[in-house]
């Protein structure tokens, strides 16, 4: 794969607007409802992304696997913009009345596949581990077969595939099932780093998983938290693609929280021009991801 320093290679920004464990009482530009994802989605377009990744919430703010409110939120961002619309298949956590960490079911998770009108990229997490946070965790269920089962059926559908890997035996997990047949090129790869259970971010946990990747992959780093800025310009100099947002980073630098989701995009393509990569379009993007036979 592509990991070479003078890489000319246009850079797919993914904004990740909303998440699954934050709500507005971390960052007041959280947005929550499908108005205000719509809005993001398309302020974020404007500022140079091309996917949005994208994660809802019911009336009481928590994540919900509500396929109206999923179905709501991807056509108003539809109606807003062309961005790429991409679903993250964990759904995200949902507290019970104890603060106990709930996590949706693989039946809650599969029934994501039905979103109508269907978003363009799914993502996928490529093993089970437990997610910690610094307000809990629980375990992230995502046996191989479930993962079989989802990429089956997106590759049924025409629908893109995102395959987010927290952690080095993730990806011989996925390794695992391209071999098999069941994952076929291009295949996408997000590293995820900094989540508690996963990876740690360091430069060598970045190096060591990129360099694991089937040939012929691409490849984008995710990095949450106090690391995020620095370990995302070390993964666009290498070549890679890249995703912001207030799902990953709260804060815009130490202690000065991020105004709004567009603010962190806006910085990545002035980071990214400034090292000679341009911000792919959205038509790159669906280009270099092989959605390009896949309507919108
Ligand atoms: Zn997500």
Not at 30 to 42: F, G, K, M, S, Y
Request: aromatic share 6%; with cysteine; net charge negative.
């Amino acid at each position: 794969m592509n990991t070479t320093l003078l890489s000319e290679d246009k850079v797919i920004i993914t904004a990740a607007i909303t998440g699954g464990i934050h709500g507005k009482w971390a960052n007041a530009a959280l947005p929550v409802t499908p108005e205000e994802q719509a809005q993001d989605a398309l302020d974020c377009y404007n500022a140079g992304a091309a996917v949005l990744h994208l994660h809802v919430r019911g009336a009481d703010g928590q994540n919900t696997p509500d396929l109206d409110i999923y179905n709501r939120a991807v056509r108003l961002i539809g109606q807003k913009c062309p961005i790429i619309r991409q679903i993250g298949n964990g759904i995200g956590a949902q507290l019970d009345e104890k603060g106990a960490i709930i996590n949706a079911t693989l039946e809650q998770r599969l029934n994501l596949l039905n979103i109508d009108p269907a978003p363009e990229m799914h993502t996928i997490n490529a093993g089970t581990f437990e997610f910690r946070t610094k307000y809990g965790g629980a375990v992230f269920n995502n046996p191989l077969a479930f993962n079989e089962q989802y990429v089956r059926k997106c590759r049924e559908k025409g629908f893109g595939i995102e395959i987010e890997v927290y952690d080095a035996s993730h990806v011989a997990n996925m390794t695992e099932l391209y071999d098999m047949g069941i994952l076929a090129r291009p295949l996408h790869f997000s590293i995820v780093l900094g989540i508690m259970g996963g990876a740690p971010a360091t430069p060598a946990n970045l190096f060591h998983m990129v360099g694991q990747l089937p040939e012929g992959s691409t490849w984008q780093v995710v990095t949450i938290g106090k690391y995020h800025l620095r370990s995302t310009i070390i993964a666009m100099s290498m070549g890679g693609n890249i995703r912001t947002g207030l799902e990953d980073t709260l804060h815009y630098s130490k202690g000065q929280p991020a105004k709004n989701n567009a603010q962190l995009v806006e910085r990545m393509a002035r980071i990214a021009r400034d090292i000679g990569r341009e911000p792919a379009t959205v038509e790159e993007a669906r280009v270099i991801l092989g959605l390009s036979g896949i309507s919108a």
